[in-house]
């Protein structure tokens, strides 16, 4: 099983950036896609951003797009969520998740086996 701890969570005013971190341990299979979803005070949790085992494919929620970048090293077994021009709806609990898919990564929460505990995040207007 792959153990998925999160970090540089915080308090933020509005338009700054910050960045979160997903570091990952344990056994990474193939094929190991990583993704990031968050989760705010009385709402579902939802798709923030997805990138592909190689890297090579990102994919983004509508609500992020042009403003969060999702990046990963798979040597150091890290995987980044850069997050700019931040807004007060983008306070939340954010989480990284794993699981294995042959082609491109999933948006889907179910298609991930494994989750970090979360990272929580402010932003302040």
């Known amino acids: 099983q792959v153990q998925l701890v999160e970090s540089g969570g915080g308090l933020v005013q509005a338009g700054n950036s910050l960045r979160l971190s997903c570091a990952a341990s344990g056994l990474i299979p193939n094929n190991y896609a990583m993704a990031w979803f968050r989760q705010a005070p009385e709402k579902d949790r939802e798709f923030v951003a997805a990138i592909s085992a190689d890297g090579t494919r990102t994919y983004f929620a509508d609500s992020v797009k042009g403003r969060f970048a999702i990046s990963r090293d798979n040597a150091q077994k890290t995987t980044d969520l850069q997050m700019n021009t931040l807004k007060p709806e983008d306070t939340a609990a954010y989480y990284c998740?794993?699981?294995?898919?042959?082609?491109?990564?999933?948006?889907?929460?179910?298609?991930?086996?494994?989750w970090g505990q979360g990272t929580q995040v402010t932003v302040s207007s």
């Open positions: 998740a794993g699981g294995r898919r042959v082609y491109g990564a999933s948006i889907r929460q179910l298609d991930y086996v494994d």
